[in-house]
Nanobody, 122 residues
């Protein structure tokens, strides 16, 4: 599976962005898809994940502001981010894991996209 994330950019605090992650491969629907982010000087952290069954799981920091979704027909997973804060500034990565549960540890994911930078100005 090859992943390509895009949609990042510069946005003011309170604004919105939608990130997309396009996947190659015919087994996309079998994978748990996750979004992670890494701010400068910090470890990569889990943001949200979605199973093939569309069940979702969110980090506490994402609940209420961020929505993950997937379109298996388009081999694409999305991350809709609203009410953005300066502390959301990071490189955002999508990842794929051939698993039955949504893992929050980045080390268990099998495939990674190249990352897209989100900058939120105050």
């Amino acid at each position: 599976v090859q992943l390509q994330a895009f949609g990042g950019g510069l946005v003011q605090a309170g604004g919105s962005l939608r990130l997309s992650c396009a996947a190659s491969g015919r087994t996309f629907s079998s994978y748990v898809m996750g979004w992670f982010r890494q701010a400068p000087g910090k470890e990569r952290e889990f943001v949200a994940g979605i199973r093939w069954s569309y069940m979702t799981y969110y980090a506490d920091s994402a609940k209420g502001r961020i929505t993950i979704s997937r379109d298996n027909a388009k081999n694409t997973v999305y991350l809709q981010m609203n009410s953005l804060k300066p502390e959301d500034t990071a490189v955002y990565y999508c990842a794929a894991d051939l698993a039955s549960i949504i893992n929050t540890a980045p080390g268990v994911y099998d495939y990674w996209g190249q990352g897209t930078l989100v900058t939120v100005s105050s």
